[in-house]
């Protein structure tokens, strides 16, 4: 038998994109690499893909808005991940990722930190993330370098972030101010309505067999 992880098969399977032949040769070729066991880390750096856990904080920092840590882990990720548009890429199979699990949380998925930052960011953010990071990942031949495209498209993410915010603000304080006028409004209205239930006419008991009406 040989030794193997979930991870590693599901990026054989990706990496040989529907093909059979292709996922079996890439099988036998982990395998050795491995030697004779499959880990997703071996498997990761056979295939030179990017590893999950720079990518997450990197989502972090955006979901954060901390720029300053979104620059300092892209000049991290330089010294061992060079090649960004292979690192764009992954974001985006992240993204994609981080959706299906919001969307339908019983879905396969055993990366504990896919699951706790799906649970942190909104589906709408992620979709937001995941459409400026498709065309970030076009426009990355037309940067100065690849690093800096891919800077830019992090940027992007967490520039959106506060415009996002600042429109819930305003629509909560838009309910506060209707809430607010609503409330005077009652107030306003209580005396009045007081005041005319004591000129309302009231029926006594009859006197002389006539009913007798008094304000």
């Given at each position: 038998k040989t030794p193997f992880d979930e991870p590693s098969l599901r990026l054989i399977a990706r990496a040989a994109d529907g093909s059979m032949?292709?996922?079996?040769?890439?099988?036998?070729?982990?395998?050795?690499?491995?030697?004779?066991?499959?880990?997703?880390d071996d498997v990761r750096e056979m295939l030179g893909t990017i590893s999950h856990e720079p990518l997450l904080a990197l989502l972090k920092a955006v979901s954060d808005g901390d720029g300053e840590s979104i620059l300092q882990q892209v000049e991290d990720m330089s010294g061992v991940t060079p090649d960004f548009e292979a690192a764009t890429d992954a974001m985006?199979?992240?993204?994609?990722?981080?959706?299906v699990q919001q969307?339908?949380?019983?879905?396969?998925?055993?990366?504990?930190?896919?699951?706790?930052?799906?649970?942190?960011?909104?589906?709408e953010d992620v979709q937001l993330y995941y459409q400026i990071a498709l065309n970030g990942r076009r426009d990355i031949p037309l940067s100065p370098?690849?690093?800096?495209g891919f800077e830019m498209i992090l940027l992007r993410m967490m520039s959106f972030r506060p415009l996002r915010e600042g429109m819930k603000l305003q629509e909560s304080t838009a309910s506060q101010n209707i809430a607010s006028e609503e409330s005077q409004?009652?107030?306003?209205?209580?005396?009045?309505q007081a005041k005319k239930k004591t000129v309302e006419l009231t029926t006594v008991e009859p006197t002389n067999g006539k009913a007798t009406e008094q304000a």
């Open positions: 032949r292709d996922a079996l040769s890439l099988l036998d070729q982990s395998i050795a690499f491995g030697n004779n066991q499959l880990k997703e985006i199979s992240l993204l994609h990722q981080l959706a969307v339908v949380p019983k879905a396969q998925q055993d990366d504990d930190g896919v699951i706790k930052l799906a649970n942190e960011l909104s589906m370098d690849p690093r800096s409004l009652q107030s306003q209205l209580q005396p009045q």
